[in-house]
């Protein structure tokens, strides 16, 4: 890849940067589905507003700048407003504004354990609102590692989205994700349950150490309304489990923007792993930098992991193309 390509553009990308794109080449095809990524409102965590434009603006040149991008627009899921009705409701408000900007793209309301299924029906009527996104920042439980999946993914979410069959995004909390036997027991009985409601398990079914996607996959593997994406997975392991487990069909690439903008990756560790980002090496010293290394971009980590499983699986034009596109249309029942 020739660094002058990116000149034009506000990216400060470092030599191991420029390695990775030029791995990646022509990877990417001409149209590109992003499946997990956050439009976020000023004010929160991070301060920074996040809109369908400054995604393009920022993504678009790391993805070889594809004529046809479209997202699965999740909203805000961290900061303040995450914990209240109101606060949920401000979030699913400019979420609602961002969606009338990008007419290809759809959206993924956030809910908690208090919203109503009136409240959750009237959300999801909005134009292009498909989706349902829980987190366990609506609950009250201080240790995030011990959050059950029904502690933040309610009853009324499955109710709505079984009886107007949209999809729930969800990110596992404990740390041995699908590996848990409560979390593994909670997704069969509630799919089973809700056989209209699309689960979609986020970044590999929580993959990022990856033996707990690959040891406990088959055991979900058959059922129907469970879906995967991509989105911050660094580990092939990880990502070509899913892919052999349901042919590829419903697996999804994103790339959870904006957290894709920092500079690392996770790396497995037995059956836990490590976030290697910014300047340190998680808590040991001597930093990344007094090293004289510097992680390229996260997105850039992910989507050579992608490359990497596509390669060893010889995944050919036609899969890869389902993945980064064909499939999440096929999802949110989209057409060109």
């Not at 439980?141 to 709505?160: H, K, M, Y």
Request: glycine share 6%.
């Amino acid at each position: 890849m020739n660094p002058n390509d990116y000149k034009q553009t506000k990216l400060e990308l470092t030599e191991g940067d420029y390695r990775v794109l030029e791995v990646i080449g022509d990877f990417v095809p001409d149209n590109v589905f992003d499946a997990h990524a956050h439009l976020n409102p000023p004010g929160g965590l991070s301060n920074e507003q996040q809109t369908y434009e400054t995604y393009r603006e920022w993504m678009g040149p790391l993805l070889g700048n594809p004529s046809n991008i479209r997202l699965n627009a999740l909203a805000e899921v961290t900061g303040p407003r995450a914990t209240s009705i109101e606060g949920r409701r401000e979030i699913n408000e400019y979420l609602c504004d961002q969606l009338v900007k990008a007419p290809n793209c759809v959206g993924s309301a956030f809910f908690g354990p208090e919203e109503t299924e009136e409240q959750i029906a009237e959300m999801l009527s909005r134009p292009r609102m498909v989706g349902i996104k829980c987190y366990a920042t609506t609950t009250t439980n201080p240790n995030r590692n011990a959050v059950a999946i029904g502690d933040f993914l309610s009853e009324a979410q499955w109710t709505v989205a079984n009886q107007l069959k949209r999809p729930i995004c969800l990110h596992m909390m404990r740390p041995k994700a699908l590996s848990d036997p409560d979390n593994l027991a909670y997704i069969q009985k509630m799919t089973a349950r809700y056989p209209d409601a699309k689960l979609v398990l986020a970044h590999c079914a929580r993959g990022f150490a990856g033996w707990n996607t690959i040891e406990a996959i088959d055991k979900i593997a058959h059922i129907d309304n469970v879906w995967y994406d991509i989105s911050a997975i660094c580990e092939v392991g990880t990502i070509a489990s899913t892919i052999m487990r349901t042919a590829g069909k419903k697996v999804m690439w994103g790339s959870d923007f904006p957290v894709c903008k920092y500079r690392g990756c996770s790396l497995s560790m037995g059956d836990s792993f490590l976030w290697i980002t910014g300047a340190t090496y998680a808590t040991l010293e001597p930093t990344l930098e007094e090293k004289g290394l510097k992680p390229c971009l996260y997105t850039l980590q992910t989507m050579l992991a992608f490359k990497q499983t596509a390669t060893l699986l010889n995944l050919d034009r036609t899969q890869v193309e389902d993945i980064f596109y064909n499939n999440a249309m096929n999802l949110y029942g989209l057409k060109d």
